[in-house]
């Protein structure tokens, strides 16, 4: 058998998009952020953006777990469960990984809100991708 139709269209599309180049950009770039933040962290992830996150760590978990994310959730969590899991994980950072849109950024607001007033939130550490072709 000679491929699935799958492969051919996905291979036709990286041939003309060398979506691999721009997979290990994206991923060099995370990379980068986890490396920068010390200590054990809870990656929260946009949902918009949750898919694109999964096909850049192609790996999954053990490269989350590498680069010291105890956890991976998407950001719509309500700020009682995340609580109570971080509880159970104890991580050190809680990264965003978000597009900036209002609604996001009033959860994002409320769940760091919640995570002080829970003392579990110390200092915040804004990391910014200047490239306007991202949003």
Do not use: W
Not at 45 to 61: F, K, Q, T
């Amino acid at each position: 058998m000679v491929g699935s139709g799958e492969e051919i269209k996905s291979d036709y599309i990286d041939e003309i998009v060398k979506l691999s180049i721009l997979r290990e950009d994206a991923k060099s770039e995370l990379t980068e952020i986890l490396e920068s933040i010390r200590g054990r962290k809870c990656l929260l992830v946009d949902h918009m953006l949750m898919n694109i996150v999964n096909v850049i760590i192609g790996e999954g978990s053990s490269y989350l777990s590498e680069h010291g994310v105890g956890l991976f959730r998407d950001i719509s969590v309500d700020s009682n469960t995340l609580i109570n899991e971080c509880t159970k994980e104890s991580p050190e950072n809680y990264v965003y990984l978000i597009k900036p849109h209002l609604p996001t950024m009033r959860t994002v607001a409320h769940q760091i809100k919640s995570l002080v007033n829970f003392g579990k939130c110390g200092s915040i550490k804004h990391v910014s991708n200047s490239d306007p072709s991202y949003c």
